[in-house]
């Protein structure tokens, strides 16, 4: 599938699974889901599809980004979150060892060493190390994007380092069934999260504070 339809379906994946029951959970662990959901699909540059690498990598900044935006202007408690639940030590050999597995990725042929069980397990636990709170979300997403590309033609090499791939061989990354899953993680994500109380009265304070500025 494509990585707008990894993103959001990996959202909605870790939403309605986890069921996140505060606001700054809800927040880190939606960007995480989304981060999963598409982070392994960067070895699409050993092909010749080199853009969507950039997309990807672009997709996994943005949910990144909008946390740390939506952290810095209302504190909502991701920080504090994040210090209590680890350290800058951790922080620091989480991130090396998470960007060392990218690079590692980067260069493995599609759908192999990135679309592995191994993979999902190492990435899970980088993230683990950073956040623990919010692991679990992006081990699903991760997660979703394994299952919904075995229904594709092109095979997955979940079980590497063995060299046999699995495909259900069901449908096309780009047909209907592609953008159906798009609308699907969309409606599910927006639907489920506009609907928390929580994040209702969080929605309310901040349209306050934007009109007092």
Not at 38 to 50: E, K, L, M, Q, Y
Not at 62 to 70: F, N, W
């Amino acid at each position: 599938m494509l990585g707008r339809t990894h993103f959001f379906v990996g959202m909605a994946a870790a939403l309605i699974t986890l069921r996140p029951e505060s606001l700054p959970v809800v927040v880190a662990g939606t960007g995480a889901a989304a981060i999963g959901g598409v982070i392994s699909d960067i070895d699409s540059g050993t092909s010749t599809a080199h853009k969507e690498v950039d997309k990807i990598v672009m997709a996994a900044t943005l949910a990144l980004g909008a946390v740390i935006i939506i952290e810095y202007n209302f504190h909502i408690g991701i920080y504090r979150r994040l210090l209590a639940d680890s350290n800058i030590y951790r922080i620091i050999t989480g991130s090396a060892a998470f960007l060392l597995l990218c690079v590692f990725g980067m260069r493995q042929p599609h759908r192999s060493f990135m679309h592995s069980l191994l993979a999902l397990f190492l990435f899970s636990s980088c993230v683990g190390i950073i956040f623990p709170e919010v692991a679990p979300y992006f081990a699903i997403g991760y997660a979703s994007h394994l299952i919904i590309d075995l229904l594709n033609r092109k095979r997955e090499k979940i079980l590497w380092p063995m060299k046999k791939g699995y495909s259900f061989n069901l449908c096309s990354s780009k047909g209907y069934v592609n953008k159906l899953m798009m609308a699907a993680g969309i409606f599910i994500s927006a639907i489920y999260i506009s609907t928390l109380p929580y994040v209702q009265e969080a929605y309310a304070t901040m349209l306050t504070v934007l009109r007092l500025n």
